[in-house]
């Protein structure tokens, strides 16, 4: 059985995301405690009760534990099956954690996975943003062999929530090494700024100006899509998602969502700021994309290798977990202003 104490390294919801996860990949049980012991309200809030849930249904897992606050459980996955799975968080958590748990399950399932996600949010606090998922993250992962179809169907923001996502996942049992070595030259940089029942006052559009304002004072060029939603009438909010591609493929992200009494001039900037970052220090990663990919490479074949701006206590975290537990081997070396992340061998 593996054990993991879950109040290591971050202390965090990725420890249980992942845990669970790779469990399931392995066909071994799983035994975690002190379930986000390092946060302030610890133990399972509901998104990552319904992620461990999801995760179960996709495992065909006996899970012990699982319960709202609790800091301990038991998962005991009998094989990924795939198929149809419906999720159901039921207040504003994100959507975006829920995929990041299930999405590596996804890959080595038998059949194609058609997961359904409701009343949840889908550009919150704490969390990338659905947009991010869709334009960054998933791209990526299609490089290494993980091809995903995702369709926002619903919007959800804090607090009501009520957002809804359908993923389609075509299994890639031999997931490709990642080799990202080449910042290459930037070609264009795109973006989509979103708002939900927000339209008469041109949110989606202040925040592409203003995100397309502070490029420019740097020097660079975007296009960002403004999209005025109206499909959740419940949950007004907003949200905005940039990313720049390279000659040699490389993708970077940054994003930010609107709040209450945040001015959509503030969401656009800090977007853009958010890009800028990665763009001024050419990594072929960026942050945040770092710490999600470790669980792929971590499973795929041979060794793969991409160049971070900063080690966040994610990245560290996701790569003491992988080790731990698929008991592969993890490098990172500084090169220049950046660092290099390499995962060695099978």
């Known amino acids: 059985m593996l054990e993991v104490d879950g109040s290591q390294k971050s202390g965090s919801g990725t420890i249980l995301r992942l845990s669970v996860a790779l469990a399931g990949i392995l066909g071994e049980p799983l035994h975690i405690y002190n379930i986000r012991r390092k946060r302030g309200n610890p133990g399972l809030r509901p998104q990552h009760l319904e992620a461990v849930l999801t995760a179960a249904r996709l495992c065909g897992a006996e899970t012990e534990g699982a319960s709202l606050d609790s800091q301990e459980i038991w998962f005991?996955?009998?094989?990924?099956?795939?198929?149809?799975?419906?999720?159901?968080?039921?207040?504003?958590?994100?959507?975006?954690?829920?995929?990041?748990?299930?999405?590596?399950?996804?890959?080595f399932a038998k059949q194609t996975v058609h997961l359904h996600i409701v009343r949840g949010g889908t550009d919150v606090r704490h969390s990338p943003t659905i947009n991010y998922l869709k334009h960054v993250l998933l791209p990526v992962l299609g490089r290494m062999g993980l091809k995903t179809i995702l369709e926002i169907e619903k919007y959800g923001y804090y607090p009501k929530g009520m957002g809804e996502v359908s993923l389609l996942a075509q299994p890639c049992p031999q997931l490709?090494?990642?080799?990202?070595?080449?910042?290459?030259?930037?070609?264009?940089?795109?973006?989509?700024?979103?708002?939900?029942?927000?339209?008469?006052?041109?949110?989606?559009?202040?925040?592409?100006?203003?995100?397309?304002?502070?490029?420019?004072?740097?020097?660079?060029?975007?296009?960002?899509?403004?999209?005025?939603?109206?499909?959740?009438?419940?949950?007004?909010?907003?949200?905005?998602?940039?990313?720049?591609?390279?000659?040699?493929?490389?993708?970077?992200?940054?994003?930010?969502?609107?709040?209450?009494?945040?001015?959509?001039?503030?969401?656009?900037?800090?977007?853009?700021?958010?890009?800028?970052?990665?763009?001024?220090?050419?990594?072929?990663?960026?942050?945040?994309?770092?710490?999600?990919?470790?669980?792929?490479?971590?499973?795929?074949?041979?060794?793969?290798?991409?160049?971070?701006?900063?080690?966040?206590?994610?990245?560290?975290?996701?790569?003491?977990?992988?080790?731990?537990?698929?008991?592969?081997?993890?490098?990172?070396?500084?090169?220049?202003?950046?660092?290099?992340?390499?995962?060695?061998?099978?």
């Open 176 to 346: 490709a090494p990642l080799c990202l070595e080449d910042y290459g030259v930037l070609k264009e940089i795109s973006g989509v700024s979103v708002c939900t029942f927000l339209e008469d006052r041109k949110v989606a559009e202040r925040q592409a100006n203003a995100a397309s304002r502070h490029l420019e004072a740097h020097g660079y060029e975007a296009n960002i899509r403004v999209v005025n939603d109206r499909s959740n009438p419940i949950q007004k909010g907003s949200s905005l998602v940039l990313s720049g591609k390279t000659s040699t493929g490389v993708l970077l992200g940054g994003d930010a969502i609107g709040e209450l009494r945040k001015p959509s001039e503030v969401v656009g900037k800090e977007a853009a700021e958010n890009l800028r970052k990665e763009l001024k220090a050419k990594p072929t990663v960026d942050s945040h994309l770092a710490d999600m990919l470790v669980p792929y490479v971590a499973l795929a074949e041979g060794n793969s290798i991409y160049l971070a701006r900063t080690v966040t206590e994610h990245l560290d975290t996701n790569i003491w977990l992988a080790q731990k537990i698929l008991g592969v081997e993890f490098h990172i070396s500084r090169v220049g202003s950046l660092y290099q992340v390499e995962k060695v061998g099978s």
């Open 76 to 107: 005991k996955p009998q094989g990924i099956k795939g198929g149809n799975i419906r999720a159901e968080i039921g207040t504003a958590g994100s959507i975006p954690m829920l995929l990041l748990t299930v999405l590596p399950l996804c890959a």
